[in-house]
T-cell receptor
């Protein structure tokens, strides 16, 4: 599996935007970029995914570099509920559903 | 839908005892995953099923671990005999089109 690199931790203030970076320089052409997050004492939850184009949904936006070697998860207005570990994961296309979780980024949101 | 259901939520047992963890996936999902999470090793995929058939069990630590999926609505993960190093949170997840939905987890403590 291609690897991803994320900062161990980041801090943000409530109601400010947050940009969570992820490097994946060995990404292959068929790898999708997935983001999951894990709130304290809960299972991970899906946030967003993309292949080449930027993506938006109700939770976040995903900005993908033109060369696809990096991406950024954007939370437009952080809330206290967004405090979690955020995982950037590369997943092969096709029928292989395997996800390999790294250490992720622990996001702290200050009131 | 109630989401992925896991039972029990907490299990405390003594070394050498058999432990059975249970999972009910979301109705209509055709893939099921068992993960284990510890502070030291993070979130690890143990095994995953597609259409009730085990596809990849390379993450199963050893022969003491076994998993079954007798039908589309039920799966078990069994540890026999259990050891203190098996203490962890075990998550079950299900999927239909790629996005995985995680259950609340079972916190296992082996004394």
């Amino acid at each position: 599996d291609a690897k991803t690199t994320q900062p161990n931790s980041m801090e943000s203030n409530e109601e400010e935007p947050v940009h969570l970076p992820c490097n994946h320089s060995t990404i292959s052409g068929t790898d999708y970029i997935h983001w999951y997050r894990q709130l304290p004492s809960q299972g991970p939850e899906y946030v967003i995914h993309g292949l080449t184009s930027n993506v938006n949904n109700r939770m976040a936006s995903l900005a993908i570099a033109e060369d696809r070697k990096s991406s950024t998860l954007i939370l437009h207005r952080a809330t206290l509920r967004d405090a979690a570990v955020y995982y950037c994961i590369l997943k092969s296309g096709g029928s292989n559903y395997k996800l390999t979780f790294g250490k992720g980024t622990l996001l702290t949101v200050n009131p | 839908d109630a989401g992925v259901i896991q039972s029990p939520r907490h299990e405390v047992t003594e070394m050498g005892q058999e432990v059975t963890l249970r999972c009910k996936p979301i109705s209509g999902h055709n893939s099921l995953f068992w993960y284990r999470q510890t502070m030291m090793r993070g979130l690890e995929l143990l095994i995953y099923f597609n259409n009730n058939v085990p596809i990849d069990d390379s993450g199963m630590p050893e022969d003491r671990f076994s998993a079954k999926m007798p039908n589309a609505s039920f799966s078990t993960l069994k540890i026999q005999p259990s050891e203190p190093r098996d203490s962890a949170v075990y998550f079950c997840a299900s999927s239909f089109s790629g996005e995985q939905f995680f259950g609340p987890g079972t916190r296992l403590t082996v004394l």
